[in-house]
């Protein structure tokens, strides 16, 4: 088996918030453990708060873990950002500076190996590969003269700029319009084909998940709960927080409380620190849930979860 391109283990992070008196922790992220290979397209999909966006930081080495270890093709990863791994943000209106060209920002994010004569040409490239033509004009003009869409094909080219091995674009559509998401969804689709480049889709919505992605990993008060392979994860979830997600999408047949592997269910118990996080709104609860973390359970067709009633 190749090594992976990125492969993180058992991933945890702890924020402290408050003063003196008043101090509470929030762990973010819970003993998360994935792999991205190269040219992969891998979601991260789970509800606001599910410790999504702190993942990708610690990936892109924005946030440095509380405990876990971070590998680069093999190697761990040092504590700074590396050009190897950039990082498309959600808010398209904060990550360009208004005071700065569309060219200034891009000039300033490539790494100068080259001639400094062939940054305007690395500019026009960049440009024109995310959809700006003519590029010399887009390379003048400034955030608010473009749409939401155009700035957020600028993040996009920044990102490109280093020429990355992998991108990860937190709700990179979110906040853009209806009509140009689907744009914006097959311009990061592209950049494996034309790049090589791997990508992490970190987002809500299983159903840009499953237009994007190879592989979904879900996410859920800060666990990885789940991950398979696209199209299996889709067609047999197996965990019930999956199960709930998917059968709220429209259209879709899924009902929320059948694992192909399943354990009687008795009275709903009540939730401790040390059980599963789902226990409250899971409809297979057991005992068993509310007292003890389920392990990750290998599942054959390179998927694994984690759930007291699915068995492996
Ligand atoms: N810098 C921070 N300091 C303290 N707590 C934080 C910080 N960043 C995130 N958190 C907390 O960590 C948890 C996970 O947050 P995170 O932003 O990673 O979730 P998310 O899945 O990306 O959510 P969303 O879908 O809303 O973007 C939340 O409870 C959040 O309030
Ligand atoms: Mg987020």
């Not at 088996?1 to 819970?30: C, D, F, I």
């Not at 955030?143 to 700029?161: D, F, M, P, W």
């Not at 990179?172 to 744009?183: A, C, E, G, H, Q």
Request: hydrophobic share 40%; glycine share 8%; with cysteine.
């Amino acid at each position: 088996m190749s090594t992976p391109l990125m492969e993180v283990r058992g991933l945890s992070k702890v924020y402290r918030r408050g003063g003196l008196w008043s101090r509470t922790q929030v762990n973010a992220v819970r003993d998360l453990s994935m792999t991205i290979d190269a040219g992969q397209i891998v979601a991260l999909v789970g509800e606001s708060g599910s410790g999504k966006t702190t993942a990708g930081r610690i990936l892109a080495r924005l946030v440095r873990p509380t405990a876990g270890t971070v590998e680069f093709e093999g190697r761990p990863a040092g504590h700074q950002p590396e050009p190897t791994v950039q990082m498309i943000f959600q808010d398209v209106f904060g990550s360009l500076n208004p005071a700065h060209s569309v060219g200034h920002h891009l000039r300033r994010a490539i790494v100068r190996s080259a001639h400094e004569d062939d940054v305007d040409k690395t500019v026009a490239e960049l440009l024109g590969s995310v959809g700006l033509r003519p590029a010399e004009r887009f390379a003048k003009r400034y955030s608010h003269e473009l749409s939401g869409g155009q700035r957020q094909r600028v993040g996009i080219a920044r990102a490109l700029a280093p020429a990355p091995r992998l991108v990860i674009a937190d709700e990179p559509v979110s906040m853009l319009d209806m009509s140009v998401r689907v744009d914006i969804l097959n311009l990061l689709a592209g950049l494996r084909e034309k790049r090589g480049v791997a990508l992490l889709y970190i987002t809500h919505d299983l159903v840009s998940a499953r237009y994007l992605a190879d592989r979904i990993t879900v996410m859920f008060s800060g666990y990885g709960v789940e991950s398979a392979p696209a199209t299996a994860l889709l067609d047999e979830p197996q965990h019930p927080y999956t199960r709930l997600l998917l059968a709220s999408v429209p259209g879709s047949t899924t009902t929320p409380t059948k694992p192909t592997v399943t354990k009687p269910t008795v009275a709903k118990p009540a939730t401790t620190a040390d059980g599963c996080p789902f226990v409250a709104r899971c409809p297979l609860a057991t005992e068993q849930c509310a007292t003890v973390m389920p392990p990750v359970t290998t599942l054959p067709g390179d998927r694994w979860v984690r759930c007291h009633a699915v068995q492996s």
